[in-house]
């Protein structure tokens, strides 16, 4: 297992955090400046020179390609697909092994409270549905049917899947958070272990996987040690967000790591079962004393506390193992 930053492009205090921590591998996160065409190879190598010239070999591309019209079915996700397409060649040839990518379309992550306070006094995100339901828009009826989604995800597999094994790159399915269907009227269909396992069976390609965001697994009340044996037995778990929450997906709150609901170390022996090589990134991390909260969730403090315990737990589970 390789334990990664996640790092937007536009360099920051979190780029000096991990190579202080002597992190290499980096998970390339698609920031809030204007949109960069990675679809376009010298684009794409200049963007991640600057990850190199650093220190870091980035592992992982997430959310870079839109690909809201393609989801929905409309005439413009032509393009969108063709975009994606070329992105994947293009990471191919400049050796990154996976793309990340959700299903959602018009909500994506969502949150009722980005303020919510932790007993310490760190600050939270969290999900109330109670409060959702009040909003117009969950009375209007379904406006986008899970059929429909079922639909543009197995024809975007069916494009992508041999091009993604060409260029030797795999793709990893993440959850949608939170994993509850539907969200004012747009259904939501990667929300239980058993979509998951759809997913698998739609393309049988090893190219063709899964991102396993651990606290949206929680958020569905799996077992998530065995969830990890199950969906990963064949290795096609590409990809892992390390992370927990209290509640489930209808009320829940995220959490530091290892002081949520998952049982995380033996997360970590569930990865070691499966032979799982890849790549984890710490994802969600509360809020701490002196950030700014500009972007919740994904300030840096508390992924140095994150890495720490990653390390230790694998370091246990390995000496554990080797026993």
């Given amino acids: 297992m390789k334990i990664a930053m996640c790092l937007e492009p536009a360099m920051s205090p979190k780029w000096h955090y991990g190579r202080e921590m002597c992190v290499e591998d980096a998970v390339a996160l698609r920031d809030q400046t204007p949109d960069v065409p990675i679809w376009d190879l010298q684009t794409l190598a200049r963007s991640m020179k600057a990850f190199e010239d650093f220190g870091y070999k980035v592992r992982v591309l997430e ?62 995100t969290s999900y109330d549905h109670s409060i959702i339901e009040k909003d117009p828009r969950s009375h209007q009826g379904i406006i986008v049917s899970e059929d429909q989604l079922w639909t543009t995800l197995e024809a975007f597999l069916k494009r992508a899947v041999p091009v993604a094994e060409k260029a030797g790159v795999k793709l990893a399915m993440h959850p949608d958070d939170p994993p509850l269907s539907p969200i004012m009227g747009v259904s939501r269909i990667m929300s239980s272990v058993s979509s998951f396992e759809r997913l698998l069976k739609l393309n049988d390609s090893p190219a063709n996987g899964i991102t396993f965001c651990q606290a949206n697994f929680a958020a569905m009340d799996a077992d998530v040690p065995a969830a990890i044996r199950n969906l990963g037995k064949d290795g096609r778990i590409h990809f892992v967000h390390f992370r927990d929450v209290e509640g489930d997906a209808r009320n829940l709150r995220e959490t530091f790591h290892g002081m949520g609901k998952t049982d995380m170390y033996e997360t970590i022996k569930a990865y070691m079962d499966i032979g799982f090589d890849g790549v984890m990134r710490p994802d969600h991390a509360p809020v701490m004393y002196g950030e700014p909260n500009a972007n919740p969730g994904y300030e840096g403090l508390g992924r140095i506390y994150a890495i720490g315990y990653m390390r230790g737990l694998i370091e246990a589970a390995a000496k554990e193992r080797a026993r």
């Fill in 63 to 124: 959310g870079w390609v839109p690909m809201e019209n393609f989801k929905l079915g409309k005439p413009e996700g032509e393009q969108e697909m063709q975009q994606m397409l070329a992105t994947i060649e293009n990471m191919g040839a400049l050796g990154i092994e996976t793309l990340c990518y959700s299903w959602m379309v018009i909500h994506g992550w969502m949150r009722t409270s980005v303020t919510e306070r932790l007993p310490g006094g760190a600050l939270t």
